[in-house]
Nanobody, 121 residues
Framework: QVQLVEAGGGLVQAGESLRLSCAVS????????VGWFRQAPGKEREFVAA????????YYADSVKGRFTISRDNAKNTVYLQMNSLNREDAAVYSC??????????????WGQGTQVAVSS
C-alpha cells in the first residue's frame, strides 16, 4: 500500500505562485509514477503533470506547460508541483496519485485526499 498526503494549497491572487507537496509513504518501486490532477467544480478531473519515481522524465498537460514544474525529492519521498502565473482557470482541488505501471496516462492506483487552490482576480 502507498499513502499520499498533499499540502500547500491556499488562496492566491492571479499572477502569483504556489507550491504543492505530495508526501509519499509505504511501499514504492522504481517503476512508480506520481502524478498531479485537478478538479474544478462542475468539471471532470484532469491530468496536470507527472514524474517517474526514478529518473527525470516528466509529463505536462498543455494548459500548464511553461508555468508549472513537477519535481521530486527522493530523500524526503516528496513530489512537488511549483505553480507560477496562476490564473482563475487553475483554481481547483489538486490531488496527487501514484501508479504502479509507470504510465503517465494511468492507471493510478493510490490517491491523496486533495488540497484546495483558489485564485482571486
Amino acid at each position: 500500500q502507498v499513502q499520499l498526503v498533499e499540502a500547500g494549497g491556499g488562496l492566491v491572487q492571479a499572477g502569483e505562485s504556489l507550491r504543492l507537496s505530495c508526501a509519499v509513504s509505504g511501499r514504492t518501486f522504481s517503476t512508480y509514477i506520481v502524478g498531479w490532477f485537478r478538479q474544478a467544480p462542475g468539471k471532470e478531473r484532469e491530468f496536470v503533470a507527472a514524474i517517474r519515481w526514478v529518473g527525470s522524465i516528466t509529463y505536462y498537460a498543455d494548459s500548464v506547460k511553461g508555468r508549472f514544474t513537477i519535481s521530486r525529492d527522493n530523500a524526503k519521498n516528496t513530489v512537488y508541483l511549483q505553480m507560477n502565473s496562476l490564473n482563475r482557470e487553475d483554481a481547483a482541488v489538486y490531488s496527487c496519485a501514484a501508479g504502479e505501471d509507470g504510465r503517465w496516462n494511468g492507471p493510478y492506483d493510490y490517491w491523496g485526499q486533495g488540497t484546495q487552490v483558489a485564485v482571486s482576480s
